[in-house]
């Protein structure tokens, strides 16, 4: 049985694909050849000190992607990291800056400072590093290749276009089963990423390109790890907190959803302040019937921001959602206080919200 006869197989029957040594060993020989741009870089006769300072951090990050896809193909234990998808574009894209100048190309990351997480942000750069580099074999001289990233609730997309001759619809198939049209290609690439993104729960697809454009576009989808779940909108809710005006206090984005969601599902009027600032804003035009309070966003002055908002809403139900897990800071007093302690059920949320709690 070949590598080729996984890509029919069903996910729960193909093969470990950080074990394929041959898409290892090709992850592998890509690292070093960035690497070994930026030697080259490093080693100019007109490299700054500022040049080879950064030419040596590509060339250390590198050479420990290098090691690490080696480890990891013999067995060692896979690190789980995770990144902002924007983080891990732009990273690839630095790092490729050399591959581009040597072709005359340029390179664009739309969504750099897209804030949604991914899992295995290893798999995920070296499937755009395969694919930018794809890219750039085939990119005329001043063409421009683009890196778009952009997420939703439950998935990052990251599309990876070029302005090359494109691929042949006789030949679309072909590419994610081992062809290679490219001269000195192995045919490895493209069919390895796309057995690392689905792997993973993604995919690695080639899109149709606009008739007013050139050249070829890949889109890899992931999905998030700081991923909400929404209800679905056709599912009923007991709106048991119908005209309830409850003031969330969180700097977690993916808690602050949550509570969103949920609360306003259920009828209550939801307002988030991230910051200390935020929450002086809140409460300086409005009354609440109830605050969620997590401490970190008023850590310099927990007492005064609690204090404050007693003062503002008199009779507020105050709810203190922490993660600590012995006692309550001293300067936090419990008194007329109720205590959610992370991480919590909703449950929990919605019996501390209830006026027989």
Do not use: C
Not at 160 to 176: C, M, N
Not at 190 to 212: K, Q
Not at 328 to 340: N, R, S, Y
Request: proline share 6%; aromatic share 2%; net charge negative.
């Amino acid at each position: 049985m070949t590598d080729r006869d996984d890509e029919d197989k069903p996910e729960s029957q193909r093969g470990d694909p950080h074990r394929d040594l041959a898409g290892v060993l090709h992850d592998v020989s890509n690292a070093l050849t960035v690497l070994l741009g930026w030697v080259g870089e490093a080693r100019a006769a007109d490299a700054t000190p500022e040049t080879t300072a950064y030419a040596l951090t590509i060339v250390e990050q590198r050479a420990r992607i290098a090691r690490d896809l080696a480890r990891h193909a013999i067995g060692s234990p896979r690190i789980d990291e995770q990144l902002p998808a924007g983080e891990i574009a732009r990273e690839v894209v630095d790092a490729l800056a050399v591959e581009a100048s040597r072709v005359g190309a340029t390179m664009l990351v739309n969504g750099a400072d897209a804030l949604a997480k991914v899992a295995g942000a290893l798999d995920v750069s070296q499937v755009l590093t395969n694919l930018v580099m794809n890219a750039l074999a085939y990119a005329p001289r001043g063409s421009e290749v683009t890196v778009d990233v952009t997420a939703d609730d439950e998935r990052v997309a990251i599309v990876v276009a070029d302005q090359g001759p494109g691929v042949p619809e006789s030949r679309r198939d072909g590419i994610f089963r081992g062809a290679s049209f490219r001269p000195g290609g192995t045919g490895v690439g493209l069919r390895h990423s796309r057995a690392l993104a689905r792997a993973a729960g993604g995919d690695v697809e080639l899109l149709p390109s606009p008739p007013e454009a050139a050249g070829a576009r890949f889109r890899v989808t992931w999905p998030r790890v700081d991923a909400v779940p929404r209800p679905p909108v056709s599912t009923p809710r007991v709106r048991e907190l119908t005209g309830m005006r409850v003031l969330v206090v969180e700097d977690d984005a993916a808690v602050t959803q949550l509570l969103e969601t949920a609360l306003e599902g259920r009828g209550a009027d939801v307002t988030v302040a991230s910051t200390g600032a935020e929450l002086a804003a809140a409460v300086a035009g409005a009354r609440y019937d109830a605050a969620l309070v997590d401490l970190s966003p008023i850590a310099d002055d927990a007492a005064g921001a609690l204090a404050n908002l007693r003062t503002s809403s008199p009779g507020i139900d105050l709810v203190l959602i922490t993660g600590s897990a012995d006692r309550l800071p001293d300067v936090v007093g419990t008194e007329g206080m109720k205590l959610v302690r992370k991480p919590f059920e909703l449950a929990e949320i919605l019996a501390a919200l209830s006026k027989k709690a």
